[in-house]
């Protein structure tokens, strides 16, 4: 089994490509292949130590799951089995999608919610982001001026996205004990 639990929520199929391309940046010893959450259980998320969880933000805000009109159940509906669950012990990067022009007053306000959801079930949460090289209005996912997680914005940027993803994993590699 590889060591990083890798889960994704999506609508369109973007963040699961990105969750791939982190698998593959990372190694199949490494990470496992990346979950969809409608896919997954609570039993899923526990075996892992450390876990790499992507979002992307839909309409106002919101993360993806059936009142935000997507096809099939996503994070909204997963997180509530997850309520009881502790994470203390467990580190969680993140990684998240959204659109800066578009939806400049709502950047990745996604994934804030799971921060919130995570970090308030003892999870350490690692990863934290820059703000510079966007332009967006304003981000809930913005704490101490650092995204809470990698900010990538593949409708307006796609172009930065490999370089950023690897950027990022560097940067986590102490906090997963891969250096």
């Not at 990684?95 to 970090?119: T, V, W």
């Not at 950027?167 to 906090?175: E, G, R, S, V, Y």
């Amino acid at each position: 089994m590889a060591r990083i639990g890798l889960f994704f929520g999506t609508s369109t199929g973007k963040t699961r490509k990105v969750a791939k391309m982190i698998r593959k940046q990372l190694g199949e010893d490494t990470a496992e292949a990346p979950l969809n959450v409608n896919r997954t259980t609570p039993e899923d998320f526990a075996q892992y130590e450390f876990l790499i969880l992507g979002t992307p933000t839909l309409g106002d805000g919101l993360l993806p799951g059936l009142s935000a009109d997507c096809e099939d159940e996503s994070w909204e509906e997963f997180l509530p089995k997850l309520e009881d669950t502790d994470f203390s012990g467990k580190t969680i990067a993140l990684f998240g999608l959204g659109d800066q022009i578009g939806y400049a007053d709502e950047f990745l306000d996604g994934m804030i919610a799971l921060y919130d959801f995570f970090s308030e079930r003892g999870a350490r949460i690692v990863g934290a982001w820059p703000t510079e090289g966007y332009e967006f209005e304003h981000s809930e996912a913005v704490v101490d001026d650092k995204f809470v997680g990698l900010a990538l914005d593949l409708d307006n940027q796609s172009g930065l996205t490999e370089e950023r993803v690897k950027t990022w994993l560097a940067q986590i590699a102490p906090d997963f004990d891969l250096v």
